[in-house]
């Protein structure tokens, strides 16, 4: 999994499996998160983002878990397809509306 | 993202050199930042500003300047280009949550929409 300060981990999965993207989160004020999606040469694209009144959020074949308890936020991709290959990177806020802090990412690679 | 564009999209420089970034938005967003990526460190802020009239630093201003020159534009400037400065650069935008006010009252974040970078190579 990935925390907000560490170094990129990767996670190889086959087409058509279920993928799970960790992101562990240090700071206790934060109330929103954002998973980002960046492909080879593209800037980062907005997946799914939760405010911290919410445990979960679903959108289209994603969804993302928020435990604010232990400070962890995962996100779920149904079905991985290769065109999910890319690096997810975990965000949040700090607490702050104008700031976001990005976590390092995790290179997600989907075997046909 | 086509709405958000960013220009040059590759540059090779020398140290010393003056480098302007520029970034444009058809959003009508109000809210513009600079980031640059690093190879394991993830995106760090630069600059960020909220409207024309307001610009504030980063984390990582040191080295670099801005300028909001109107809703839609906002640049970056390497006054001096150093080698550690070569790095991929993101503009990106955002708008104030239109769901109202974050869980502390205040004004929430929303998502930033990013442009498509730029790589620059400080030789």
């Known amino acids: 999994g990935e925390s907000v300060g560490l170094h990129l981990p990767t996670l190889s999965v086959q087409e058509g499996d279920n993928s799970i993207i960790n992101c562990a989160y240090s700071?206790?004020?934060?109330?929103?998160f954002i998973w980002y999606k960046q492909e080879s040469g593209k800037g980062p694209q907005f997946i799914i983002d939760?405010?911290?009144?919410?445990d979960k959020r679903q959108g289209q074949r994603v969804t993302v878990l928020l435990n604010k308890t232990v400070k962890h936020l995962s996100l779920q991709i149904a079905a991985t397809q290769p065109g999910d290959s890319a690096v997810y990177f975990c965000?949040?806020?700090?607490?702050?509306?104008?700031?976001?802090?990005f976590g390092k990412g995790t290179l997600l690679t989907v075997n046909p | 993202d086509a709405d958000v564009t960013q220009t040059p999209r590759n540059r090779i420089t020398k140290t010393g050199k003056r480098i302007m970034l520029e970034c444009s938005q058809t959003?009508?967003?109000?809210?513009m930042y600079w980031y640059r990526q690093d190879p394991g460190l993830g995106l760090r802020l630069i600059y960020y500003?909220?409207?024309?009239?307001?610009?504030n630093k980063g984390e990582i201003s040191d080295g670099y300047s801005v300028s909001r020159q109107a809703q839609a534009k906002f640049s970056l400037s390497l006054e001096s280009a150093i080698p550690n400065q070569t790095a991929l650069y993101f503009c990106?935008?955002?708008?104030?949550?239109?769901?109202?006010?974050?869980?502390?009252?205040?004004?929430?974040?929303?998502?930033?929409?990013f442009g498509p970078g730029t790589r620059l190579t400080v030789l």
């Open positions: 939760i405010r911290s009144n919410m």
């Open positions: 990106a935008t955002s708008d104030i949550y239109q769901g109202g006010r974050g869980t502390s009252g205040r004004v929430a974040l929303d998502e930033q929409f």
């Open positions: 965000a949040e806020n700090g607490g702050s509306n104008y700031k976001l802090t």
């Open positions: 700071n206790s004020a934060s109330d929103y």
């Open positions: 500003s909220f409207d024309v009239k307001d610009i």
């Open positions: 959003k009508g967003h109000d809210r």
